[in-house]
């Protein structure tokens, strides 16, 4: 199972990332634990300077850009 | 450039709508369509052109750069310009802030770059350019930089760190100059160009509808503001008129979009073109809900030193535009 951590504080890029991944884990069929970071200071601790951002498996992959599904399959 | 965008403007409106070009209504839906067509051209144009920088400057770079260099002060200079070309979002800017002070970036050039992220952004860049001209928009995006240039010097000399709020000033007392990793990109320029064309259109499509309302309000003010209004009522140039409009626009919050397209017609009606720069700069650079993200990192006091002199600053330029406009 993956771990998949979504940092932002709650712009509407964040959220378009959220629905995104969602998609995303949906399309690939995969099981995957899906979570919302919303407090700045645990943001913080994965050294980014734009959010929101795409963690997989504790893995900086993406960051500042809501991205889209197809893109986001190819990084699951 | 724009001649094809009046002639689609003029063949829409007088031949397939039939109104006469003597008409009010017919003069103004077509001056609606084509400043509608031709601010959406340079919208998606500017921001196309901003998102090749950004792929090759991210901003990971700019920090590394800033903790390896001695700059002898270019260093705001450099986070200034780095603050206008990088595409603005206000809920990056909370992380940005802890990010430079982790980095052991001093606080006087984040507060440069935290300036001018805001004011000089692509949106207001493309619309300026569309409304007023390539003149009006270096003054705006010049002066911009500068003022962030010096606004993040100053805060920088008055040695507010005691003023962030507690978990900050933990961080800063760890800073290192630690080094933020970014991908070099291993795709080529050609591969990348339909990416940042999306990303460019999502953006373009977002602020659709701020841009129609702006025009649209624009387009009614021109028909029914009479000529000198403006001039008539706020005394053309008179000093006041400057820290008025910038203190009435700092609370407000208004996308650029939506706000230049009727500060054009501010412009026409007789108020100074630096009244207006001042004007706009205060409401896309300054607002309360930007204020109440910082409030996580800085406490109140700070907020307001820091509103406080970019404020002194924008009112500073404005009077500066009126004598040399």
Same mark, same amino acid.
């Given at each position: ?48 300077? %734009? ?15 809501? %991205? ?9 | ?21 003597? %008409? ?302």
């Amino acid at each position: 199972m993956k771990s998949i951590k979504i940092l932002g504080t709650g712009c509407p890029k964040c959220k378009t990332l959220f629905n995104n991944v969602n998609e995303a884990v949906q399309n690939k069929g995969i099981e995957a634990q899906i979570e919302k970071v919303e407090d700045i200071q645990d943001i913080m601790k994965y050294n980014v300077l %734009s959010t929101p951002v795409l963690v997989i498996d504790e893995k900086v992959v993406l960051k500042g850009t809501a %991205s889209n599904a197809s893109e986001i399959e190819g990084l699951l | 450039m724009f001649e094809w965008t009046q002639a689609f403007a003029d063949w829409l409106i007088f031949q397939v709508f039939e109104l006469a070009p003597e %008409s009010n209504l017919g003069h103004a839906l077509n001056f609606f369509v084509y400043d509608t067509i031709k601010i959406l051209v340079l919208l998606f144009l500017i921001i196309f052109l901003m998102g090749i920088i950004n792929i090759y400057f991210p901003i990971e770079r700019l920090k590394n750069y800033l903790h390896r260099k001695k700059l002898y002060g270019l260093e705001y200079l450099l986070a200034s310009t780095f603050g206008a070309i990088t595409p603005f979002c206000s809920c990056s800017s909370v992380p940005l802030f802890i990010g430079f002070v982790q980095g052991g970036i001093p606080l006087g050039v984040t507060f440069s770059f935290l300036i001018t992220s805001p004011l000089v952004n692509e949106i207001a860049i493309a619309l300026f350019l569309g409304m007023f001209g390539w003149k009006a928009t270096l003054i705006y995006a010049g002066s911009g930089i500068l003022l962030g240039t010096f606004g993040g010097w100053l805060l920088g000399k008055l040695k507010l760190e005691h003023l962030l709020t507690d978990w900050v000033q933990k961080i800063l007392a760890n800073a290192e100059a630690k080094e933020s990793d970014f991908e070099e990109s291993k795709q080529t320029f050609l591969q990348r160009i339909p990416e940042i064309s999306r990303n460019a259109w999502d953006l373009v499509k977002g602020i659709l509808l701020y841009v129609i309302i702006g025009i649209g309000i624009g387009t009614a003010m021109h028909g029914y503001v009479p000529e000198n209004f403006f001039a008539e009522y706020l005394g053309s140039g008179a000093w006041w008129t400057v820290p008025l409009a910038v203190i009435l626009a700092v609370p407000m919050y208004a996308n650029a979009a939506g706000i230049v397209p009727v500060i054009q017609v501010f412009v026409a009606k007789g108020v100074p073109l630096g009244t207006a720069i001042a004007f706009m700069m205060a409401t896309v650079g300054l607002s309360i809900p930007e204020g109440t993200l910082l409030k996580k990192v800085m406490i109140w006091k700070l907020i307001a030193i820091f509103f406080g002199v970019v404020t002194m600053f924008i009112i500073f330029s404005g009077f500066l535009f009126n004598i040399l406009l």
